[in-house]
């Protein structure tokens, strides 16, 4: 069984990589996507985070999470967004794939897949990376051909505070530099 290490840093800023089991693409529908937002917010609201950026693809999502002074619970939060989202999406007539035995005992559901990718960001270049990569995302994987083309992306408010320009990833620029993220997630 492999080893996950997870770092704790308290008030410390993180990406964060969520897929749906056997990546269905839940998040295509709008229901979905409101019900993940409500659950976000409400945790939100009980233990607070601020969402430096994010990204809603069909089957995942990428987020960067900064969490208060002396706080590092972010598995608490991802638990508690998971099993609102589950609980809300199935009674809403959400689908799930099927479990395992062995998940079945656990009481878990076919909605997400178990635990989630996180990298602790170190410093502003390695936040920039970040970003860059979450933003561009929807380009990687062809849902849009720039980033400017995908509605479920913090890309818009980066533009709007001047940190990106509209064009930014379009086709016809150089692709951006991620830095070391492909292989953090592949860690």
């Not at 999502?61 to 099993?83: C, E, F, M, S």
Request: net charge positive; glycine share 8%.
């Amino acid at each position: 069984m492999p080893d996950y290490r997870r770092y704790y840093v308290a008030g410390g800023t993180y990406f964060f990589t969520l897929v749906t089991a056997g990546r269905a693409p839940l998040f295509r529908s709008a229901t979905a996507r409101l019900l993940l937002g409500r659950a976000m917010r409400e945790k939100r609201r009980e233990t607070p985070f601020e969402t430096v950026a994010i990204v809603l693809l069909p089957d995942h999502l990428h987020v960067v999470w900064t969490l208060p002074a002396g706080d590092a619970n972010y598995p608490g939060r991802w638990q508690a967004i998971k099993a609102r989202f589950t609980s809300d999406w199935l009674k809403r007539g959400g689908s799930e794939r099927a479990v395992s035995e062995g998940y079945q005992r656990q009481r878990r559901r076919g909605v997400w897949q178990p635990r989630f990718i996180e990298h602790t960001i170190r410093d502003e270049e390695d936040l920039c990376h970040h970003a860059d990569y979450l933003h561009y995302n929807p380009v990687k994987h062809g849902y849009a051909r720039r980033p400017k083309d995908w509605p479920w992306s913090s890309f818009h408010r980066y533009v709007l505070s001047g940190d990106y320009q509209q064009l930014w990833g379009a086709d016809d620029q150089p692709p951006p530099d991620f830095g070391d993220v492909d292989e953090d997630l592949l860690e």
